[in-house]
Structures are given as C-alpha cells and as structure tokens.
C-alpha cells in the first residue's frame, strides 16, 4: 500500500507560483512513477506532468515551459513536486497526486489551485 499527502495549493492571481508537493509512505520502493493530474469543474481529470524513477519526465503540452516536475528519492523519502510559475486562470483545478506500481496506481486526496484576480 502507498499513502500520499499532497500539500501547497491555495489561491494566486494570474502570472504568480505556487510549489505543490507530494510525500508518499509505506510501499515505496514499489513506485515507478510518481506525477500530476488536474480537474477542473465539469472537465475529466488530465495529466499534467509525470516522472520516472529513471527521470524520464512527460509535460502536458499546456503546462510546458511553466510547470516543472522534480521527486526526491532519498532514503525513506519519496516526495514529487510541481513548481507551477505564470499561472493562468485556466490552471485552475483540484489537483491530485499520483503514484504508479506494478500492481495499481494510487492517488492523493488531491489540492485547490486557483488563479483568479
């Protein structure tokens, strides 16, 4: 089993940051990928970035260039995180960490962004 805890959403105006972080537990050393998903309000649920353990990193087109995915995997420690800069409107969703096995994905209890002026 894996547990993971999302943390650092809130609220920013257009063309701000925010630092999402992800910290999973228990089966770790089964994950392969660890990423990001997103959910806006009558939308389906869209990848917004993943990275492997090997680093092998995949980036919604929309987010290129803004956000960037990092994980670290230090001993005991399996934390993904998103620094999101100029943010748009559009960016605004729940947000839900994801982690990969060989047997299931797991998903976090997911963080509001909102950009809004």
């Known amino acids: 089993q894996v547990q993971l805890v999302e943390s650092g959403g809130g609220l920013v105006q257009p063309g701000g940051s925010l630092r999402l972080s992800c910290a999973a537990s228990?089966?770790?050393?089964?994950?392969?990928?660890m990423g990001w998903y997103r959910q806006a309000p009558g939308k389906q649920r869209e990848l917004v970035a993943t990275?492997?353990?090997?680093?092998?990193?995949?980036?919604a087109d929309s987010v290129k260039g803004r956000f960037t995915i990092s994980r670290d995997n230090a001993k005991n420690k399996n934390t993904v995180y998103l620094q999101m800069n100029s943010l748009k409107p559009e960016d605004t969703a729940v947000y839900y960490c994801n982690a990969t096995t060989n047997v299931r994905a797991y998903w976090g209890q997911g963080t509001q962004v909102t950009v809004s002026s």
């Open positions: 990275i492997t353990s090997g680093a092998m990193i995949t980036y």
């Open positions: 228990g089966s770790i050393f089964s994950i392969y990928a």
